[in-house]
T-cell receptor, first 112, second 116 residues
């Protein structure tokens, strides 16, 4: 059974801290891995990763994929209270029409 | 680019009535759209895959007669929750993929359904 596992499930940090969120997966016919940020409504797209070892960056956020070890990490440096959200990791599969297999998410709380 | 509009954002209905949720891709054509359901403190669960001009593909355990999906055009998919019951109360989200971009899969803003 295809699955995506995120850890930790929840995390509380203080502003300015750096956090690393983990996503491991066991899927057949892997195509890509995506990270989303979900606040009160629908998820917003962060990154799409398809190749191992290539870091993608957007401001204080960065992510990298390891297709050999079947995991990805999402880093957030100098965290701010606005980073508080649930971060979702999802896989897409070859030939699946593109539906996503989601992990349970990591709830990040950044305290002032 | 790659905007998906979902409407309504919030709906409260009486038990036994039906509710229609619309999902539109505003600036691209989406031959395939996906409908997800999210219970409190849980992740998104795929309900069905909506294909333009053909029948939707439902995930195991999802009642196709209860959750009617129509994808009549390349920019519009609808989900109708028929004879809604309180246990159908949930957050429903659609998504679509714009081919050939790095946008990934764009989500609608979601619909919070409460059945009383």
């Amino acid at each position: 059974e295809d699955k995506v596992v995120q850890s930790p499930l929840s995390l509380v940090v203080h502003e300015g801290d750096t956090v690393t969120l983990n996503c491991s997966y066991e899927v057949t016919n892997f195509r890509s891995l995506l990270w989303y940020k979900q606040e009160k409504k629908a998820p917003t797209f962060l990154f799409m990763l398809t190749s191992s070892g290539i870091e993608k960056k957007s401001g204080r956020l960065s992510s990298i994929l390891d297709k050999k070890e079947l995991f990805s990490i999402l880093n957030i440096t100098a965290t701010q209270t606005g980073d508080s959200a649930i971060y979702l990791c999802a896989d897409t599969l070859q030939g699946s029409q593109g539906n996503l297999i989601f992990g349970k998410g990591t709830k990040l709380s950044v305290k002032p | 680019g790659a905007v998906v509009s979902q409407h309504p954002s919030r709906v409260i209905c009486k038990s036994g009535t039906s509710v229609k949720i619309e999902c539109r891709s505003l600036d691209f054509q989406a031959t395939t759209m996906f409908w997800y359901r999210q219970f409190p403190k849980q992740s998104l669960m795929l309900m069905a895959t909506s294909n333009e001009g053909s029948k939707a593909t439902y995930e195991q355990g999802v009642e196709k007669d209860k959750f009617l999906i129509n994808h009549a055009s390349l920019t519009l998919s609808t989900l109708t929750v028929t004879s809604a019951h309180p246990e159908d109360s949930s957050f429903y989200i659609c998504s679509a993929s714009r081919q050939g971009t790095n946008y990934g899969y764009t989500f609608g803003s979601g619909t919070r359904l409460t059945v009383v």
